[in-house]
């Protein structure tokens, strides 16, 4: 009778602390506060985009040119973690576009596929009036670039990430800086 | 005589209509306090206009919003607060902005929230700017983020 309880128990206990250890799965805010890490997160990316493109549409570029046509270069990731500056940039993009004041040309990585795209109309396939015509793509006037850095400093019971994000205007004609801006966010992980 | 009178009679319809084009011109401007839009003109003190944009997610005990100031940037609307931490601890917080429309509506997506650290006894200014000229009206939510 012993025995059989000594070998129950711990199974039952073990059931037991299996079910309150189930994974409870919640949607959340998605424009929330995250701060599960310290390492890049939605939060980050969010809140650089935002800057950022509130700081140029403020801008007398975008103000008083009439729909300025750009184009999205490089954000160089100069920290030492995995960034998808990709993400940064299309958000920026995507947000400028919504104003309705900035006009965007195919950036050089979806050139590819325009050209692909372009000359594969081209052919007997397709009905000619209807095809779409080579010759008539838009040149950006201005480029936009970047870059992120980070600093990170850490002790024993505290690490401390400092980022800095960088983004520049270019006017691609005459080579002028007309427009940069810039967005830092620090975040500190104390333990207990 | 004729000619007299046809005269008079002339200028008088005109200083008439000069006077009637003159009153009927000007749009009425909507009603402002400290050069924020606010749907009445009784808001005259800054409690009053404090009162009529923010909202906050429960109490954060020595934090307010201290001052409330717009002005137009480019044809947007820039929104300059002044947050007050009159507690003797430092307080996190986070804010956003609602942005809306002529009818009150909304006139953007959700902004994200923005964290903010408010160091013991100091002020700290946040600046809102419009994302689009659309947007003539806003609202603030401010949440405590100490936990």
Redesign the interface.
């Known amino acids: 009778m012993n025995r059989i309880a000594l070998v129950l128990i711990p199974l039952v206990s073990i059931a037991a602390l299996g079910g309150c250890a189930k994974d409870v799965v919640r949607y959340g805010d998605a424009r929330g506060v995250e701060t599960v890490t310290n390492q890049f997160g939605s939060t980050d990316l969010q809140l650089i985009a935002e800057s950022m493109t509130r700081s140029l549409l403020n801008h007398h570029v975008i103000v008083k040119t009439e729909d300025p046509v750009m184009t999205v270069q490089e954000v160089k990731n100069k920290t030492s973690e995995y960034i998808d500056t990709r993400a940064i940039t299309d958000t920026i993009r995507s947000e400028l576009l919504k104003s309705g004041k900035v006009k965007f040309a195919v950036d050089s990585a979806g050139m590819e596929q325009q050209v692909e795209e372009l000359n594969r109309q081209q052919g007997e396939l397709y009905e000619r009036r209807k095809a779409v015509k080579t010759g008539r793509m838009v040149g950006a006037e201005y480029r936009l670039e970047g870059n992120i850095v980070s600093i990170v400093k850490q002790a024993k019971d505290v690490k401390d990430v400092y980022y800095k994000f960088n983004l520049q205007l270019w006017n691609i004609e005459n080579g002028l800086l007309e427009w940069t801006d810039e967005k830092e966010i620090r975040k500190t992980t104390t333990k207990g | 005589m004729t000619l007299h009178s046809a005269c008079i009679l002339a200028l008088t319809s005109l200083a008439l209509f000069g006077c009637a084009s003159k009153a009927s011109t000007p749009p009425e401007k909507p009603p402002t306090a400290f050069g924020c839009p606010v749907a009445s003109s009784k808001v005259g003190a800054m409690e009053d206009l404090i009162a009529a944009k923010v909202e906050t997610a429960g109490p954060i005990p020595g934090v307010s919003v201290n001052a409330i100031t717009c002005s137009m940037?480019?044809?947007?609307l820039r929104i300059d607060i002044e947050l007050v931490n009159k507690a003797d601890s430092v307080h996190r917080v986070?804010y956003?902005f609602r942005w809306l429309d002529r009818e009150g509506f909304g006139a953007w997506?959700?902004?994200?929230?923005?964290?903010v650290l408010l160091y013991a006894h100091a002020s700290h200014y946040v600046i809102g700017?419009a994302?689009?000229p659309k947007a003539v009206d806003f609202r603030l939510f401010v949440l405590p983020?100490d936990k």
Do not use: I, Y
């Open positions: 940037r480019n044809d947007a986070a956003k997506d959700d902004e994200s929230l923005k964290p700017l994302p689009t983020q």
